[in-house]
């Protein structure tokens, strides 16, 4: 079977968005995808998109999905890639897709110069925490992430 990964275009947004719509379901959070194709054209494929994408094909027909974008640590003097999405058709799974965009990620990050390659897991996935640190990733225990969203975002703001 031939993989291939390619960047996504604008054409792919209906196809980005039911991924995504696909990867929400899968963690038990559908009700939180506020977007549509038209969001997902305007954002990620904006002349000023801070983010990419990179599509995943198996033999012609997409599989799978990657959004990743490039951040900054002040301590490395470098950038780092942060994966924001990666998420493979269930019936995929298993055959080197997922391997294969973290592979081509991780080189695109090397080539890049960057210092870092990091994304989230959500603590209950085992089967992605097993798999990530098959591949060498190690988790950052150290660290909570925070998030302001939603009103506690705009109160904030308005401040």
């Known amino acids: 079977m031939n993989l291939h990964i390619r960047p996504a275009s604008a054409d792919d947004a209906a196809l980005i968005l039911r991924f995504i719509t696909d990867?929400?379901?899968?963690?038990?959070?559908?009700?939180?995808?506020?977007?549509?194709?038209?969001?997902?054209?305007?954002?990620?494929?904006?002349?000023?998109?801070?983010?990419?994408?990179?599509?995943?094909?198996?033999?012609?027909?997409?599989?799978?999905?990657?959004?990743?974008?490039?951040?900054?640590?002040?301590?490395?003097?470098?950038?780092?890639?942060?994966?924001?999405?990666?998420?493979?058709?269930?019936?995929?799974?298993?055959?080197?897709?997922?391997?294969?965009?973290?592979?081509?990620?991780?080189?695109?990050a090397v080539d890049k110069g960057c210092g870092r390659f990091e994304w989230a897991v959500l603590d209950w996935n085992q089967p992605a925490i097993d798999f990530y640190e098959s591949l060498g990733a190690r988790p950052q225990s150290e660290w909570t992430t925070y998030r302001l969203a939603g009103q506690a975002l705009l109160d904030l703001a308005a401040d």
């Open 23 to 108: 990867l929400a379901i899968y963690e038990k959070a559908e009700h939180e995808v506020k977007t549509d194709a038209a969001g997902i054209c305007a954002s990620l494929f904006a002349a000023d998109s801070s983010a990419q994408a990179l599509i995943c094909e198996r033999d012609g027909q997409p599989i799978g999905y990657a959004v990743y974008f490039f951040n900054y640590s002040t301590w490395l003097g470098k950038n780092g890639l942060y994966l924001e999405d990666l998420y493979v058709d269930p019936a995929q799974r298993g055959t080197g897709a997922g391997k294969a965009l973290l592979r081509h990620l991780a080189r695109l």
